[in-house]
């Protein structure tokens, strides 16, 4: 081989050489992992997780979707269809339900917008008629006591009132309770929001088929001003503050109302018993109790 083919054969080989080399390629951050799985990604998912679910939650309460809401409407449902059967039997007489000779006369002191009426409406007014009013041990009175500021609460007693005039007072009562019940006032208490407006009190008389002009003619007249505040007078006689409050044979439950039927039966007993020893105090349960004033001036 020539000098001038072998210095080719060189150049040759030091081209492939110098073509042949690649520059190494650096190392990627994070050792190669992906990015998506970074802690700052991880922070942002878990974040948006927590925001979604707080709406969700929220979404739930103000619309009323809860459980509370719909077991409390299914059974004043309930409570609605017995006294349809004690109306039946001669048992209902305006606010009161029940024997005028029942060896037991409860007085409950409620407010249509107070949410732990609307519970014990729900849960425990049903058992009371089933098991006690229905056998006659028992006569059951609705007594007013607003007790939340502004004007809804007195409206609802008054259109009630109005509704009693025509022997429509519990169908209105439940009426009233189950609106409050659809619009989750168990989960989530919102008051004088207008459920309670003159106008849906009206629409919901017309709802049940009362006789609309005599219940606006009444309605409108403040009719019933003068009971409300006599109602929740009487109360606060007897030191009631809050809703729901109860008197038992004129005498005050101290603490409120039981949390059970077998609550009820127990103070029941005890005062079928010895009719002359003080009324037993049940188990506290929550009430209503504002620091303003409800009733307005008329």
């Known amino acids: 081989m020539s000098n001038r083919q072998l210095r080719r054969e060189l150049r040759r080989s030091g081209q492939v050489t110098r073509a042949g080399a690649r520059r190494p390629t650096p190392p990627s951050r994070g050792g190669g ?54 109306k039946e039997m001669g048992l209902v007489d305006g606010t009161s339900v029940g024997r005028e000779d029942a ?29 006690y009013v229905k056998t006659g041990q028992l006569r059951l009175t609705y007594r007013h006591f607003p007790v939340f500021s502004g004007r809804e609460s007195v409206q609802a007693a008054q259109a009630s009132l109005c509704a009693a005039e025509q022997n429509a007072f519990w169908e209105y009562h439940h009426k009233l309770f189950r609106v409050q019940a659809e619009a989750g006032q168990i ?44 109602d ?26 039981p949390q059970t ?11 079928l018993g010895s009719s002359s020893s003080p009324t037993p105090a049940p188990t506290e349960t929550p009430t209503a109790n504002p620091t303003a004033a409800a009733t307005p001036t008329p």
Not at 105 to 131: I, K, N, S, V
């Open 33 to 86: 992992s992906s990015s998506l799985l970074s802690f700052p990604f991880i922070a942002g998912v878990a974040v948006l997780v927590l925001v979604l679910v707080g709406l969700l939650v929220w979404f739930s309460m103000s619309t009323g979707g809860g459980d509370g809401g719909s077991e409390a409407v299914a059974e004043i449902e309930q409570g609605s269809a017995l006294i349809a059967e004690l």
């Open 103 to 131: 060896p037991l006369h409860l007085e409950a002191y409620e407010d249509f917008q107070c949410p732990f009426c609307l519970r014990f409406t729900a849960f425990q007014e049903g058992q009371l008629l089933e098991q």
């Open 232 to 257: 929740k007078a009487e109360g606060q006689s007897y030191g009631l503050t809050g809703t729901p409050s109860f008197v038992l044979n004129g005498r005050p439950l101290v603490g409120g109302a």
């Open 187 to 230: 989960e989530n208490e919102r008051i004088n929001v207008g459920r309670f407006s003159d106008e849906n009190l009206k629409r919901y008389a017309q709802e049940l088929g009362l006789d609309m002009e005599r219940f606006n003619a009444c309605f409108d007249s403040d009719k019933y001003l003068d009971q409300v505040q006599k």
């Open 261 to 271: 039927i077998d609550g009820w039966k127990s103070i029941f007993d005890q005062v």
